[in-house]
């Protein structure tokens, strides 16, 4: 049965875990700085425990107060790669709609593309440039 990434505090836990090996504190730390508030213990230490059990996390023990430190195995990088690709899916979901695709070039805009009247016909462009360039 795979893991289930079902919140953003799930999800920014194996990020973070991506980048390196953390202990828990640094965890909660890192996530309320990225999340805007403090995630509790209750919600990473369990969830960092079921990724030990999956195989995705070993942890170890270090330091005086044997602090455990949690790293992503093998597995669990290729779990956080297929989490990424999950997530890329629902942004470009997301995003395809609003983007423009220009006339001249063929490269995609998200915002602020260059829209110019020619023969009586709109086009979108990314820049003034590839307008100039699709007129001559």
Do not use: W
């Not at 990020?15 to 995630?39: F, N, Q, T, V």
């Not at 805009?109 to 009247?117: P, T």
């Amino acid at each position: 049965m795979e893991l289930k990434i079902t919140n953003l505090v799930k999800f920014y836990t194996i990020l973070l875990l991506s980048d390196g090996p953390k202990h828990g504190y640094e965890i909660i730390m890192h996530l309320g700085h990225k999340l805007g508030k403090k995630a509790s213990p209750g919600q990473i230490y369990p969830f960092l425990q079921k990724l030990q059990s999956s195989g995705y996390v070993a942890v170890k023990s270090t330091g005086l107060k044997d602090k455990k430190v949690y790293a992503l195995t093998n597995e669990g990088k290729k779990f956080v790669k297929k989490m990424l690709l999950k997530f890329e899916d629902l942004v470009d979901i997301a995003i395809e709609p609003r983007l423009t695709t220009c006339a001249h070039c063929g490269c995609k805009v998200y915002e602020g593309a260059h829209e110019e009247r020619i023969k009586g016909k709109t086009f979108m462009f990314c820049c003034c440039h590839c307008a100039r360039s699709f007129k001559e």
